[in-house]
């Protein structure tokens, strides 16, 4: 299995911007399509952005794209995801998740296996 853990998360105005990274360890990273998601307090968790093995294509929730960016480092087993234009409606706490399926791609929660504890982001307005 792999290990997964959030960093990076914070407080910033609307507007502003943050990074977060999701260090990976245990098994081949290279083998995991990787997600990053959110859940808002009372809301579901929902999928933000995803990232095939190789890192050659990305694919993004309507609602972060063009402002959100998720990118991995295969040899140093991290994902990324850079958050700009930060609104207070992305406030929630962000989770790295991990699939080691046939797929290219997953955008539902219950298709990734492993978890990170997650990482508070707060946009104040």
């Known amino acids: 299995q792999v290990q997964l853990v959030e960093s990076g998360g914070g407080l910033v105005q609307a507007g502003g911007s943050l990074r977060l990274s999701c260090a990976a360890s245990?098994?081949?990273?290279?083998?995991?399509?990787m997600g990053w998601f959110r859940q808002a307090p009372g809301k579901e968790r929902e999928f933000v952005a995803g990232?095939?093995?190789?890192?050659?294509?990305?694919y993004y929730a309507d609602s972060v794209k063009g402002r959100f960016t998720i990118s991995r480092d295969n040899a140093k087993n991290t994902v990324s995801l850079q958050m700009n234009s930060l609104k207070p409606e992305d406030t929630a706490v962000y989770y790295c998740?991990?699939?080691?399926?046939?797929?290219?791609?997953?955008?539902?929660?219950?298709?990734?296996?492993?978890w990170g504890q997650g990482t508070q982001v707060t946009v104040s307005s």
């Open positions: 990232i095939t093995r190789s890192g050659g294509s990305t």
């Open positions: 245990g098994r081949t990273f290279s083998n995991y399509v």
């Open positions: 998740a991990a699939n080691h399926g046939s797929g290219s791609y997953y955008t539902r929660r219950y298709e990734y296996d492993y």
